[in-house]
């Protein structure tokens, strides 16, 4: 059983950066896709940013030219730039393993907030 470690979150103002990192506790080569999904206070999880073994990136609207995601899998590592922070951007965010690229997670973090607040 892979386990999936979130790590990077914290107090950033507006228009400030973080990066996170979602690391592995085996190797995420035959992980095919991963991602970052981010859960406010009393708001449904939502998908933030997806990235395949090919380096295929997706990107909510929300985020996009403002994140980056991307992985180093001889780190075992996924990571999230995030650049141009706003307080909606406040949640926990977790990470996401999908083993087959099915569309069916197998492996999920416990997460790491990130509050944006002047």
């Known amino acids: 059983q892979v386990q999936l470690v979130e790590s990077g979150g914290g107090l950033v103002q507006p228009g400030g950066s973080l990066r996170l990192s979602c690391t592995a506790s085996?190797?995420?080569?035959?992980?095919?896709?991963m991602a970052w999904y981010r859960q406010a206070p009393g708001l449904q999880r939502e998908l933030v940013a997806t990235?395949?073994?090919?380096?295929?990136?997706y990107y909510s609207d929300f985020v996009k030219g403002r994140f980056i995601i991307s992985r180093d899998n001889a780190k075992n590592t996924m990571y999230l730039e995030m650049n141009g922070l706003k307080p909606e951007d406040t949640a926990v965010y977790y990470c996401?393993?999908?083993?087959w690229g099915i569309g069916q997670y197998d492996y999920v973090g416990r997460g790491t907030q990130v509050t944006v607040s002047s």
């Open positions: 996401y393993g999908d083993l």
């Open positions: 085996q190797s995420i080569d035959n992980i095919s896709d």
């Open positions: 990235i395949n073994s090919a380096g295929t990136t």
